[in-house]
Every structure is written in structure tokens, then in C-alpha cells.
């Protein structure tokens, strides 16, 4: 049961232009979400969070849109670099008592040519 | 102020033996949670701890274990390996109260 999916297993984006990445999720008691990059062999990084009650947050390129009716939320990059090539993970946190537990997507790899 | 790390970043074992990963979290830091990625499964929780307690679980078998010391460096052992249990093992920390959750490096095990 795959409660967080990324169904884009891949995006390939020109530098300069907007990379979009999209995730999708099931359990309606997931009340943060978000997003981490990663190169291979190394941890992932956190870009970026957005709680429930918002459906906007911005910082610098990054952006995350949530759709709380959709269950969807989406991570703008805007404008990519080359640099921002890497896999993308959307990640979501349930309140209450999932204490520390982040349920991840399965991933989006990004590509950014120059 | 020092990232999350992970000691030894890379570990090779033969099935049937056990090991122990270690994870220092960013100072001030209290809650510790484990996580297995795998290319099959991606990343999956194990557990987390807080103030040397476990306080939530994943679906993992009881081969998985782990502890926290009262200094919040966390240790995870893996008992009778198998060869599934080749994965890359995360740590990460966070504030009590704060939903962000930020990585060490990682552990990568290879059992043969």
C-alpha cells in the first residue's frame, strides 16, 4: 500500500526553464509534507516543507504547492540548473503519535540539461 | 553546527553475522529515526527514538533493533543477516516538536 506516490519515475527540463515535480498521497491524516534531494550513496537534503493548513510556501527557486482536496502537492524549480539534478523525494509525516516517521515516494529523477 | 553522521559508511558481512551502525545527530537534537533504502522498496522507516525510548516502529522483522544513549547518539543493530539486508541504512535528527528531519550520510551494507 503505497501511500505517498511519485509517478513520474523521470523529468527531463532545459536550464533555465521550470522543473515540475508532482506527488500524490492517500492518507488524509498526513498533515506535513516535504521535500528532500539526493545523489546517489549520500542522504537526502531537505529542500523545502509545507504544513496542512497552508497551500503555498516559497523559498528562493523552490516552491511547493499543496492540494489538500487533490491530496497533491507539487515542487516548482524555477529557474533550473544544471546543479539541480538528483533524485527528488516528496515525503509526508502523519500527526499524532507517528512520532519520526516519514513515508516517502518512490522518487523522480531530475535532469537538468545545460 | 555539525551535520548528522554515520560511522562506518561502508560495511561488507556475510549472511548469518549481525552488525551495529552508528549515528550521531546535530547537537540539541533528541529524536533519532532509522530508515533502509533499497532499490525495490525505496526508503523505509525502522524506528525512531527520543530521550533513549523507542517511541514508534516500522514493519521490519526483530532482527532490526536499535537504542539511543543519553547523549542521542543512536546505534542500530541487525541480528542473523540476510542477503535482502543489503541496503543503504539513514539515520536521521530533528527537534522534538519539528516535523523536519535532517540525514547523515549513510551506512551502506553489503551482506554476501
Known amino acids: 500500500d503505497q501511500q505517498v506516490k511519485q509517478n513520474s519515475p523521470s523529468l527531463s527540463v532545459q536550464e533555465g526553464r521550470i522543473s515540475i515535480l508532482n506527488c500524490d498521497y492517500t492518507?488524509?491524516?498526513?498533515?506535513?509534507f516535504l521535500w528532500y534531494k539526493k545523489y546517489p550513496a549520500e542522504g537526502p537534503t531537505f529542500l523545502i516543507s509545507?504544513?496542512?493548513?497552508?497551500d503555498k510556501n516559497e523559498d528562493g527557486r523552490f516552491t511547493v504547492f499543496l492540494n489538500k482536496s487533490a491530496k497533491h502537492l507539487s515542487l516548482h524549480i524555477v529557474p533550473s540548473q544544471p546543479g539541480d539534478s538528483a533524485v527528488y523525494f516528496c515525503a509526508a509525516e502523519a500527526g499524532g503519535t507517528s512520532y519520526g516517521k516519514l513515508t516517502f515516494g518512490q522518487g523522480t529523477i531530475l535532469t537538468v540539461h545545460p | 553546527k555539525a551535520g548528522v553522521t554515520q560511522t562506518p559508511r561502508y560495511l561488507i558481512k556475510t549472511r548469518g553475522q549481525q552488525v551495529t551502525l552508528s549515528c550521531s545527530p546535530i547537537s540539541g537534537h533528541r529524536s533519532v529515526s532509522w530508515y533502509q533504502q533499497t532499490p525495490g522498496q525505496g526508503l523505509q522507516f525502522l524506528f525512531e527514538?527520543?530521550?533513549?525510548?523507542?517511541?514508534n516502529k516500522g514493519n521490519f522483522p526483530g532482527r532490526f533493533s536499535g537504542r539511543q544513549f543519553s547523549n542521542s547518539r543512536s546505534e542500530m543493530n541487525v541480528s542473523t543477516l540476510e542477503l535482502g539486508d543489503s541496503a543503504l541504512y539513514l539515520c536521521?535528527?530533528?527537534?522534538?516538536?519539528?516535523?523536519?528531519?535532517?540525514f547523515g550520510p549513510g551506512t551502506r551494507l553489503l551482506v554476501l
Open positions: 492518507n488524509s491524516m498526513f498533515d506535513y
Open positions: 536521521a535528527s530533528s527537534l522534538d516538536g519539528q516535523e523536519t528531519q535532517y
Open positions: 527514538y527520543f530521550s533513549e525510548t523507542q517511541r
Open positions: 509545507i504544513s496542512s493548513i497552508k
